[in-house]
């Protein structure tokens, strides 16, 4: 068996998802080799060969695979899976835009999301907005997966020292481009990667009362994130929105203040280690996963935790 | 332009659904049925090209068994035209639905297909990309704005560092995430007249697809429940606890 991952990288350096997606693999077993695509990308495909427990990395450094569009991507994706009994991305928004085109490709199903592995061809993974844990077994001759990071330790990213070769034809499909990005730029942690991270809802009334949570934030080293309904009045940017449809965490410690704690939401964080809650409406159903729950206003309680902190 | 949307008869997004005590699957007797919210979006986002006068024509496309009509007719009632009901029995994996869909766009040929990004029950987050692949066509994935020019079509994409911009070739498949726009509710006389509109409905077997998956569902079990937290008087005893018993700060 060998297992080929699909590094989400920035051709400078590998994303932090891609190392739990290494751990998913290596529970899995097998070879573990890693695609790089990307355009000058040399230094990212030194870090992949750098993972531990990674034997091959192969490149693919071309023009056409520096925005990672999917319908490039994916035709060389599909051409080097034949060698695989497996293939896996991590379930962040540019493996959930690729797997689906890759596996269509192979005319394969997809298993999406997995959140643990039973065996080879046996996974967990949430449905119904994580109320329902699934066991789903996948017979067929390539499996292609994406790997939820919140439910995978990451692997060490140094140790390792794999081959690199050169793989690939460039595959320019012509039919999209890349026109441009916003990339929120932050000096704080990831939000998935973050080991505290504080959260506002729609109880922080607009985007300049974040400031307040960003200062919690950066007292213990933490990210900060935001519900939908923040995202959606227009107080936060949708990068930081955390939920069923979002970004799912799990950090050491997840503070949510002014959010209500619908399903859609607790989907995205309540396998976090410890949980604050603090709401002024003590029958809020975030209280329900909290284990520890506070009922105040939140502009009295923010101040007062970030001077005792 | 010929709009295709398709949509999804899903559990309501105020169920909780939970799973069965036998773990055969998700507990599905008697719960609310609706539209799956991001297919409506796709719903609300054709009807708005077609009134401004971009679209000619939405037809609406849904797989799976007889009662999916009533979400097609509620898609009707938000102003798409016609629509075709692909009956298949049983819970279909997403590249079954693709290549079921991928027969009716062969028949169809729409300029632009508008899908939503997940559908809230299964969560997987596969079926355009995989009508995209099939079709060979190009995919603008997690779409929070929509722009029609000069035969391509300009989405905006809502991605994990922020915001993507791409410009894609028509025909083209665009899936919606939720800020693309806030759908409409359906008039009383809208719905009436839904009820007249076309509505053909096709079978797997004419349309020459196989739907049989190698994924199959093995069990179900309910999430790890957490253990009951308690309730903190004040500020001070909240970081007290978090620095002394749980040890996280
Ligand atoms: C298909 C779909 C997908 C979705 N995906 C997501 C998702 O990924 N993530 C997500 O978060 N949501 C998602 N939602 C939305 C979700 O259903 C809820 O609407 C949303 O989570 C509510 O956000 P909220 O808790 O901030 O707002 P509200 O529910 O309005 O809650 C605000 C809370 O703030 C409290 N509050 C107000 N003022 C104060 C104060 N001064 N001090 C203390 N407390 C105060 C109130 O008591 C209340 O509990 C989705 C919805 C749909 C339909
Ligand atoms: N049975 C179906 N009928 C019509 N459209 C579907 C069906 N299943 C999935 N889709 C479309 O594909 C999108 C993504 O679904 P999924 O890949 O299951 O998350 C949905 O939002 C729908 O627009």
Not at chain 1, 29 to 46: K, N, Y
Not at chain 1, 161 to 186: C, L, P, R
Request: charged letters at 20%; one cysteine or more.
């Amino acid at each position: 068996m060998s297992i080929l991952i699909v590094a989400e990288h920035d051709n400078a350096s590998l994303k932090a998802a891609t190392l739990n997606t290494v751990t998913a693999a290596s529970e899995i077993g097998g070879d573990i080799h890693i695609l790089v695509a990307g355009s000058d990308c040399q230094a990212a495909a030194d870090a992949a060969a750098s993972v531990a427990g990674v034997s091959k990395v192969l490149v693919a450094d071309n023009a056409a695979y520096g925005h990672q569009l999917a319908e490039n991507l994916a035709p060389l994706v599909a051409e080097v899976a034949g060698d695989y009994s497996h293939v896996l991305a991590p379930a962040t928004t540019s493996g959930k835009n690729l797997m689906p085109r890759v596996a269509a490709l192979l005319d394969v199903d997809q298993v999406s999301d997995i959140i643990a592995v039973v065996s080879a061809d046996t996974f967990k993974r949430p449905i119904y907005a994580g109320n329902v844990i699934a066991t789903v077994k996948n017979e067929e001759a390539i499996k292609v997966i994406t790997v939820r990071g919140a439910a995978f330790d990451a692997s060490a990213a140094e140790g390792g020292s794999a081959e690199q070769t050169n793989v690939g034809a460039a595959h320019d499909a012509g039919i999209s481009s890349f026109v441009g990005e916003e990339v929120a730029k932050s000096d704080r942690p990831e939000l998935t990667a973050a080991k505290v991270v504080v959260s506002g809802g729609r109880g922080m009334q607009n985007g300049d009362n974040f400031a307040l949570l960003e200062a919690i934030a950066d007292k213990v080293g933490g990210a900060v994130g935001a519900s939908r309904a923040a995202v959606d009045a227009g107080f936060v940017p949708n990068d930081m929105q955390v939920g069923q449809t979002g970004k799912i965490v799990a950090p050491e410690l997840y503070v949510a203040v002014g959010i209500s704690g619908a399903i859609q939401h607790l989907a995205g964080m309540k396998d976090s280690k410890v949980i604050v809650a603090i709401n002024k409406d003590e029958d809020a159903p975030i209280f329900q996963v909290a284990d520890y729950g506070l009922v105040a206003d939140l502009f009295e309680a923010l101040p007062e935790l970030s001077e005792q902190l | 332009m010929k709009v295709l949307v398709t949509v999804k008869r899903v559990v309501d997004y105020n169920v909780k659904v939970r799973a069965k005590s036998d773990g055969t699957g998700p507990e599905l007797g008697n719960v609310k049925m609706s539209i799956n919210p991001f297919c409506e979006i796709a719903v609300e986002e054709a009807v708005r090209l077609k009134e401004a006068g971009v679209a000619t024509e939405v037809v609406i496309v849904s797989v799976g068994d007889k009662s999916c009509q009533e979400q097609i007719r509620s898609a009707l009632a938000l102003g798409a035209d016609r629509g075709i009901h692909v009956e298949a029995e049983g819970s279909l994996q997403p590249l079954a639905i693709a290549k079921l869909l991928e027969a009716v766009v062969d028949r169809e040929e729409p300029e632009l297909i508008i899908m939503g990004k997940q559908s809230i029950d299964g969560d997987n987050n596969q079926t355009g990309q995989m009508l995209a692949a099939l079709t060979g066509r190009p995919q603008g994935t997690f779409a929070s704005k929509l722009d029609i020019a000069d035969g391509k079509a300009q989405v905006i994409r809502e991605i994990d560092g922020g915001l993507q911009t791409v410009s894609l070739a028509l025909p083209a498949i665009v899936t919606t995430d939720l800020r693309l726009n806030e759908p409409r509710y359906a008039s009383l006389p809208n719905i009436m007249k839904a009820k007249r509109k076309p509505l053909d409905t096709l079978t797997a077997s004419e349309l020459g697809v196989d739907t049989v998956s190698k994924v199959t569902l093995v069990s179900a079990e309910p999430p790890a429940t957490r253990q009951a937290g308690i309730k903190v008087a004040s500020v001070s005893e909240l970081v007290e606890k978090l620095k002394n018993e749980a040890k996280v700060i």
